[in-house]
């Protein structure tokens, strides 16, 4: 029976659950280092000689090969435009072989560094008790060695590469499986990527995006990100707080404007 003043079941909306950022998880190639033009390229480049084949990738043709992913599918798509034929698929496995070894040994004899403001970001993102991931289409036999370079051993808490994962990105397997390593939601999660190709993989896997772009990506579209940032450093640094900020931010928006956030 209602009392006096108990006008029935109130009306007012729930109040929103704020998620709360617990990871980051970054992309490797493009966002923690430059590693396309002067890495991944002289590498292909080196291993087509070695298979005698008369090819040789300039920076501008590898900028338009980079909108597919993997680097056997890339050489593959390459040689079948050529004109190899049915022999394309097998030419480019042992092509990739040979890269994948190059690129190692440079990754191992220290020839790259991470982009500008990014370790001042992970320790500041290990600071604030916020846990780091990745996320790439490469290959393990670099990609580890490379990533622990980069930003030291035992930073990262969970690595997918892409023989992990039954589809590359701009499937959003990837991201998938690191949430499910980490034991997380997606609203629980903050990506940084540096392609539209790495966002559309994100915003299938339903997480917030922040893209930092390179001299590859920079007039891609971003529509949908979080934040697009030319730069990790500058005279606003990307840090644990605005990584919050901006994950806070894109998820209230979500929940408001946008209906219930994927999970």
Request: aromatic fraction near 6%.
């Amino acid at each position: 029976m209602s009392g006096i003043g108990d006008h029935g079941p109130s009306l007012a909306r729930p109040a929103l659950r704020q998620p709360r950022l617990q990871a980051v998880i970054f992309d490797v190639d493009g966002t923690l280092a430059d590693t396309e033009r002067d890495g991944h390229r002289p590498a292909f480049n080196e291993a087509f000689l070695r298979h005698g084949l008369d090819v040789a990738w300039d920076a501008e043709e590898y900028g338009r090969l980079l909108q597919i992913t993997g680097g056997r599918r890339r050489v593959a798509t390459y040689l079948g435009e050529r004109g190899y034929g049915p022999e394309a698929e097998d030419l480019a496995v042992r092509v990739h072989q040979t890269k994948t070894a190059l690129f190692r040994e440079r990754v191992v004899t220290g020839g790259f560094t991470t982009r500008p403001g990014v370790p001042e970001l992970v320790a500041d993102l290990r600071r604030a008790g916020i846990r780091i991931a990745v996320a790439t289409t490469g290959r393990r036999a670099w990609a580890e060695p490379l990533v622990t370079q980069l930003l030291g051993p035992d930073v990262v808490e969970v690595l997918v590469t892409g023989e992990m994962v039954p589809r590359l990105k701009p499937d959003p397997a990837a991201y998938r499986l690191v949430l499910q390593e980490l034991g997380l939601r997606a609203d629980e999660a903050l990506a940084v990527e540096d392609s539209a190709i790495g966002l559309r993989s994100v915003t299938a896997a339903g997480l917030a995006t922040i893209v930092v772009t390179n001299d590859y990506t920079a007039g891609q579209d971003f529509a949908g990100a979080a934040a697009v940032r030319a730069g990790f450093d500058g005279p606003e640094p990307l840090s644990a707080q605005r990584c919050r900020a901006v994950h806070d931010s894109w998820w209230t928006r979500r929940e408001e404007g946008m209906g219930p956030a994927p999970t």
